[in-house]
Each structure stands twice: as structure tokens, then as C-alpha cells.
């Protein structure tokens, strides 16, 4: 394994912390609960994008790029982050954004702004040929430009969430805890990848359980397939040996609701419960949704009582802002 020979531009405050939820651990009735704050990684308002930047900043750096050129939806928590890195790294970002310019900006895009990152609006079926198509465009103009995949789930970006789940294991050993199940919200499939290759570099033998935000049961085989692909890549990335298939992989679905971005009453509750029960925000997109289905999950008996289960807070909370009338 060669980790720590990899190009990497520290961005993160780490470790992030791990604690308790007493009160929602009593709440519940249920399996003990430990939180993971990934919320906390420290770059603009923190969030899970940090982690693997700080590998695809440092390919950028080493590949003697300018501009970070990255794609999402307008409240893309990925999007924010890439300007702040790039911002960080002295590089321009050029940020392809779904759907129209709203008057006012709110949320991440108006952090996007003030970040310095340039927008360019499209409508979502033209996002792979404006992809293709403004990198072009950038190197006629002479600017060396490095492309971030969607929410930067390649190889490069998962390297980020192999570190963390090292990170984790470390923490645990120290602690002398035990842990039966991760469970963590899953889209484009990066942060998963980095923990299931993690888990099995550190001895990890609990459950890692993918709650999906956005694909529901007809796109899961594929949606487990190319999770274990990007694992696979990332192996060969970090020089490990290690290989994973679909059945590697375990994502649940079921709570996707009115479909992404829309915030029903599982976001609503779960919000209101992690905010009200331990002063801890999560978001209404990601980190909403998948402690939704974690609270439902515990509620249907499947941890069982003596059992640890540790929620990921992958971030996003400055989506929030953007939801008031939804969550207020
Ligand atoms: C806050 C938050 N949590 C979770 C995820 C999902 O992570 P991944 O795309 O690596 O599956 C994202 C992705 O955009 C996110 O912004």
C-alpha cells in the first residue's frame, strides 16, 4: 500500500470527533448509537466531499492544473466544497450547475459565490456533453483545467474514505469499542467505496450498510456493481491487492419519497429528533434522508438491542437554508 506516498492537499480537520448519542440511543430503545462527525471535517462549513478533494486536489497540483471543473445539482454540497478547495489551492473552480440561475442564491450556492467559483447553468440531460465540452474550451483558452467527476466518487476521491475508515478503526481500538453496523448515506458511490475498501484493510467484520438517497430497487444491482468498482480502482490506486464484487456491497432502499431533494416527514423527523435530542444539524438531502431510514430500520427491530450502530454524518447542512419553508 503506498497511502502516504499519494499526492494529497491537506484540507480536513482530522480525526473527525466520534460520540455518543445518549439521548437518542434512549429515545429509540434500540441498538446503542455512536455518530461519526464528518459534518465537522472543517473545509467551508465540513462535510464528506473534504476527504476525497484532498486526493483530487493533489492529483490537480501534481498534474500542474489551474482550474477544478466539477458538476452538480445547485444545492450540491460536492459543488461547495470544490470551491473552497480550490480556493484553498490558489486554482480557479468552474461549477455545472443544474437548472436555472435563482435571483437570490441560497444555501450552498450563495457559499459557491462567495467562494469565488464561476457558474455555469444547463439543464441536467446536457451535463456529460457541457462536461466534455467547457474543459475543452478552458485548455483553448490556454487554463489547464482538472475535471471532478460527479460528487468525486472515482478511485482518487474514495482514497479520502479509506483513510477515514482507518481513521475510524483507530478510534474504535483506542476506545475499546465495538461496533456491529455503519450505516451511512450512499449517492454516487464514492464514500462507500472508500469504507468497504477501509473495512477490509483495517479487520473491520461489522456491517456497512449504504442507505440510498437517491436510486431505488430496479438500479440497485448496478448502483452495488459500480460501488464495487470504484473500490476495486481505488485499490489499484492506493497499490493494494484487495478486490470486491456486487456482493460486497449492501446498499438499502426503500426511502426515497417524493425523489431526491424533496424533503418528506423522514427528513422532517429526523432532523427535529438529531437536533432536539443531541444539538447536532444534519441536512435535508443526504444526512436527513438516511437517518430517517436509519430511526425507521431500528423502529422494524433489525439491530438488536446490545448492539452498536454508528451513523456516518456525511454533512450538507447548509442545504438547509434553501429548504426553510419545507423544514420550518
Ligand atoms: C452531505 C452528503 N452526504 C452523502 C453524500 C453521498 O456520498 P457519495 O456521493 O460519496 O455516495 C453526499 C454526496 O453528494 C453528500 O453531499
Request: one cysteine or more.
Amino acid at each position: 500500500m503506498r497511502i502516504d506516498s499519494l499526492p494529497r492537499f491537506r484540507l480536513a480537520h482530522l480525526p473527525t470527533p466520534l460520540e455518543e448519542l445518549k439521548t437518542l440511543t434512549r429515545e429509540l430503545d434500540g441498538p446503542e448509537l455512536l455518530i461519526k462527525r464528518d459534518d465537522q471535517t472543517g473545509l467551508a462549513l465540513g462535510g464528506n466531499k473534504t476527504r476525497k478533494l484532498e486526493f483530487l486536489v493533489g492529483e490537480a497540483l501534481a498534474q500542474g492544473a489551474d482550474t477544478l471543473v466539477t458538476a452538480g445539482a445547485a444545492q450540491s454540497n460536492h459543488c461547495r466544497q470544490t470551491a473552497a478547495a480550490a480556493a484553498k489551492a490558489g486554482l480557479k473552480c468552474e461549477l455545472i450547475l443544474n437548472g436555472r440561475k435563482p435571483d437570490v442564491p441560497n444555501g450552498n450556492l450563495l457559499l459557491d459565490q462567495l467562494l469565488g467559483a464561476s457558474e455555469h447553468w444547463i439543464e441536467r440531460p446536457q451535463r456529460p456533453a457541457k462536461l466534455r465540452d467547457l474543459p475543452e474550451q478552458l485548455r483553448a483558452q490556454g487554463r489547464k483545467p482538472y475535471v471532478i467527476g460527479v460528487g468525486g466518487s472515482n478511485g482518487v476521491g474514495a482514497t479520502g474514505y479509506v483513510v477515514a475508515m482507518l481513521e475510524l478503526a483507530e478510534q474504535l481500538r483506542a476506545r475499546q469499542q465495538r461496533v456491529d453496523h455503519i450505516v451511512f448515506g450512499t449517492s454516487s458511490g464514492g464514500t462507500q467505496a472508500g469504507v468497504v475498501l477501509g473495512a477490509r484493510l483495517a479487520g473491520f467484520s461489522g456491517q456497512l450498510l449504504g442507505l440510498s438517497i437517491d436510486k431505488g430497487e430496479p438500479e440497485l444491482e448496478a448502483y452495488e456493481e459500480e460501488v464495487a468498482q470504484i473500490a476495486n480502482e481505488c485499490a489499484e490506486y492506493i497499490g493494494s491487492a484487495e478486490r470486491f464484487s456486487q456482493k460486497d456491497v449492501r446498499v438499502v432502499y426503500g426511502y426515497l419519497g417524493e425523489g431526491y431533494g424533496v424533503v418528506g416527514d423522514l427528513e422532517r423527523e429526523a432532523i427535529r429528533m438529531m437536533a432536539r435530542c443531541e444539538g447536532i444539524i444534519l441536512d435535508p438531502v443526504y444526512a436527513g434522508r438516511a437517518f430517517g431510514a436509519l430511526i425507521d430500520l431500528v423502529r422494524k427491530g433489525m439491530f438488536k438491542r446490545g448492539e452498536t450502530v454508528l451513523f456516518w454524518h456525511t454533512g450538507g447542512a447548509p442545504a438547509l437554508f434553501a429548504y426553510a419553508k419545507e423544514l420550518a
